[in-house]
């Protein structure tokens, strides 16, 4: 006969890989929400450049929608109007950009959270005006091209086409808020200038520097709008 104590130790040790068999069915069997919607925000650095210069008004629009494991569809348009000083020059900027693109999600989730850390590209351009406030001839030309030009100039239907390498961030802080922060590097492909005038700001871009090359950066507040959800 088996003895009484290692009966009972027996059926105990059975009863407990039951529990425990049932437990991780269980587990196995728990389903994520795995939400598809249209995030819709806007860039806080704009109004906030707005308020501390009064020569920089600007607002811009962001959105993105999930199109597929890790990839986000990406749309960022808005306006600027910026008056900007430089060695022999003032000017102004105004006009409107949209930029149109696509982000990687390389951030490896926990179950159940939307948070990004990514790459992408954009292609984007912009329509704008300038206008020359004033200005002082320079001797080597760099700026003026052809013969001088009168002080409050306007030079209209302007615009540019460039792509656009972002990298940044999007963390969930509130049910669906996120806040996020972008970086992006720029380079020009094409901008149609004035004869005797180079376009040393474009509303989107910002500040051109030398080889057509520019940087940007934008801090943003956004909300997810869920449209499908799946369980996984």
């Not at 200005?135 to 700026?143: C, E, M």
């Not at 306007?154 to 049910?175: Q, R, S, Y």
């Not at 180079?198 to 500040?207: H, Q, S």
Request: proline fraction near 3%.
């Amino acid at each position: 006969m088996i003895p009484y104590r290692i009966l009972i130790f027996s059926i105990s040790l059975l009863i407990s890989f039951t529990a425990f068999s049932q437990e991780e069915k269980v587990q196995d069997t728990v389903k994520t929400k795995v939400s598809y919607g249209i995030r819709v925000g806007v860039d806080l650095s704009k109004p906030l450049k707005s308020y501390l210069d009064e020569d920089s008004k600007g607002f811009a629009i962001v959105g993105d929608i999930k199109v597929a494991t890790n990839y986000y569809a990406a749309v960022e348009l808005g306006f600027d109007d910026v008056t900007t000083e430089e060695d022999y020059m003032n000017f102004s900027t105004k006009g409107s950009f949209i930029k149109l693109g696509i982000n990687y999600n390389a951030y490896d989730n926990w179950k159940g959270m939307e948070n990004e850390i990514f790459i992408g590209a954009r292609y984007a351009f912009s329509f704008f005006d300038q206008t020359l406030n004033n200005y002082t001839p320079n001797a080597y030309g760099d700026y003026f091209l052809a013969s001088p030009i009168e002080s409050g100039t306007e030079f209209k239907d302007l615009n540019a086409h460039w792509i656009e390498f972002v990298t940044g961030m999007k963390v969930e802080t509130l049910n669906n808020l996120y806040l996020g922060v972008q970086i992006s590097i720029n380079k020009m492909i094409s901008t149609k200038e004035p004869n005797n005038f180079k376009n040393l700001y474009v509303p989107g871009f910002n500040r051109v520097f030398s080889n057509d090359l520019g940087i940007g950066f934008i801090y943003t507040l956004s909300y997810n709008i869920p449209i499908i959800n799946k369980f996984k």
